[in-house]
């Protein structure tokens, strides 16, 4: 399977502007120590939408010690559609010393993505949010709705299909693992098995993805976390922000502390 892993070197550097947001020291205290006991400290999940621009994760990226990685969405009818589109997110982000990547929404995407284009990029980056319904539809699972179904147990059986489809895709990193509706999180005991838990951890092992801690999600939980530690899987953090406010990761930060992750546990890109 292959993997994308292209960190061209920006030939032009842009004039930095000074913004306003600063980290807090409790942030700082964090990072310094995790940093001592060698964590790698990168945030592969910024969106580059609204008003949050490459120059602003550089910026934050200088001012918190986490390095940053940007990404914007591709998929039919979304930022990124095609390859021209991509080149020129790709261009606009180089701007900066920082990682870029993209946010798949389409199964089909590593087909319909130019293979020069893909090794432009040094990531790619995908979610189980967005489920195809019998005639391949994609529908929407996010939300304080949740997702309407009569019978549960057989749509999650369809949806951990899905998940499986998508941890198989030549992908690195898989954001919010084990992600159950609103109105369905009351069966994650159920439906997230062990037996579950493994198939998806064996086949991320498998592919080398890892999986991602966000700042304000419950996904993955700490039994998966647990989990996939145990049989050797990586993790990242990741903001997945909306826009440009400042987002000082501390979440994530302390999961690490807590867990007490070795820095050989944390994915880092291959040099090129």
Known sequence: MLRFFAFAPCLFFATLTVFADEPSKKMLD?????????IPLIDYHIHLRNDMTA?????????????????????????????????????????FPLLVGIQVNDRDWYK??????????DYVLADT????????????????????????????????KHCMTVVN????????????????????????????????IDAAIKNNVAFEIQPTQKYPKQDFI???????????IG?????????EMIPPLEALERLDVKPNEMFVLPEK
């Open 239 to 247: 903001r997945n922000n909306y826009d440009g406010r400042k987002n």
């Open 169 to 200: 895709e030549p992908i690195n990193i898989f954001a919010l693992a084990t992600y159950l509706p609103v109105n369905l999180e009351q069966h994650y005991d159920e439906f997230w098995t062990l037996e579950r838990k493994t198939q998806l």
């Open 30 to 38: 964090k990072v310094q120590k995790l940093k001592a006991k060698g």
């Open 129 to 160: 949010l967005l489920v195809p319904d019998k005639d391949g539809k994609p529908e929407w699972i996010w939300g304080e709705k949740g997702y309407k179904t009569d019978d549960p147990k057989r749509w999650f059986e369809h949806y951990f």
């Open 55 to 95: 120059e602003k994760a550089y910026d934050w990226e200088k001012k918190s010690g986490i390095q940053s990685g940007v990404l914007e969405n591709h998929g039919r009818g979304w930022p990124l559609s095609d390859n021209d589109k991509i080149t020129a997110f790709i261009k606009n982000a180089r701007r």
């Open 112 to 121: 319909t993505i130019d293979k020069e284009v893909l090794a432009e990029l």
């Open 226 to 236: 647990d989990l996939a530690r145990q049989k050797g899987a990586k993790l990242t």
